[in-house]
């Protein structure tokens, strides 16, 4: 197997590894505003979600930034509480065209913040490598296909729900984001570095 083979399955299972569930938890909070419809604003959302877990992994291992593993951990249930709670009080005429959306901003920000949760672990893995830029390449492109895949049941439940069995888009959101802002408020507690 090669180096970029190797690297995208290894993004991909770590996307989709049920033990990272935090991950997943916040893909689906970003889209829990969403249905089928809205697929081409889910695919920016979990695009800036990949660009900057991109940018955080690659500075981390180049040496460029060093953030405590526990603080991190922290703020990652904290980013998936705040964008399941932006989606309780957000109403739903801010998605309509026109509107910057403002999940747009957490999932790349956010990204950030997920992408030093994981830079250990991957940096330790790159080891000695020649060149970052293949096993990079693989790892984050494998996430973003992990993260598409995620993206593609959550909203086939969207479309059942919504779409067929006439559950409201609001009453949709609610519950979703408010399953997902309790979980975070869990994490956060059993996370809490201080």
Known sequence: MDQFTFYFNFGTRHILDIAGYDHMLFVVALCALYVVQDWKKVLILVTAFTIGHSITLALSALNVIDVRTDVVEFLIALTIFIAAFSNILRRQNTLRPGF??????FALFF????????????????????????????????????????????????????????????????????????????????????
């Open 100 to 105: 910057i959306n403002v999940n747009y901003f």
């Open 111 to 194: 990204g950030l913040i997920h992408g030093l949760g994981f830079a250990r672990r991957l940096k330790s893995m790159l080891g000695k490598e020649e060149s970052l830029v293949t096993p990079l390449l693989g790892f984050n492109l494998g996430l973003e296909l992990g993260q598409i895949i995620i993206v593609v049941v959550f909203m086939v439940l969207a479309f059942i729900f919504v779409g067929l069995a006439g559950v409201s888009r609001r009453d949709w959101n609610l519950v979703i984001s408010s399953a997902i802002a309790g979980i975070a408020i869990t994490l956060m507690i059993e996370t809490k570095f201080w």
